[in-house]
């Protein structure tokens, strides 16, 4: 490009990278100011997923499971009322799993239920994945309408339906994976 004046012009080129997510299905999203108000660090981390669900529902075993490492799990609501961090190398990436304390709606009446409610709005995270009872899924799928309000970026697992089985309750997960959109 030239000028008026016949010099040699550089072109603009605009250095504001996207926004997180935006033309790339795969690209992380998360709000990276937000999670460190939230007190989160990213440094080495590629995503950032949430692990949310009702109290009881196994999320701490699903932490352990795919963390390694040993967070208490306990069988009382309240149980886990900080988040706990943790991660774990798949593929080519490095996930930030957040364990999050159980809650029944990000209607928060409770410490425990605003430190879930305002890391997922606010922390906006890659995905949030919510842990679900299958022996009790009308309660649990209240959680999870909400979550879907907030953001598409949502996995719904499964928990307990060894024991939905021997309770003689069915599920049908590609139904509910259907109807819910995920």
């Not at 016949?6 to 250095?15: D, S, V, Y």
């Not at 991660?87 to 799993?97: A, D, P, S």
């Not at 957040?98 to 879930?116: K, M, Q």
Request: hydrophobic share 35%; charged share 25%.
């Amino acid at each position: 490009m030239r000028d008026k004046n016949n010099q040699t012009k550089a072109p603009k080129i605009n250095l504001t990278p996207p926004p997180a997510g935006a033309g790339c299905p795969t690209c992380p999203v998360h709000n990276l100011a937000n999670l460190q108000k939230l007190g989160v660090d990213m440094t080495d981390w590629d995503y950032v997923v949430a692990l949310s669900g009702n109290p009881n529902t196994g999320k701490s075993t699903v932490f352990n499971a795919l963390t390694g490492l040993k967070q208490h799990t306990g069988n009382w609501p309240g149980k886990t009322v900080i988040r706990a961090e943790g991660g774990f190398e798949y593929g080519e990436h490095r996930y930030k799993l957040v364990d999050l304390p159980g809650t029944y709606s990000l209607l928060a009446t409770s410490l425990d239920e605003e430190i879930a409610r305002d890391f997922i709005l606010f922390g906006q995270p890659d995905v949030t994945v919510v842990v679900v009872d299958a022996t009790r899924l009308e309660r649990n799928l209240n959680l999870t309408l909400q979550v879907l309000q907030i953001t598409h970026r949502v996995v719904v697992a499964l928990n307990l339906m060894d024991e939905a089985r021997r309770k003689g309750i069915q599920v049908d997960d590609r139904r509910l994976a259907r109807d819910l959109g995920v």
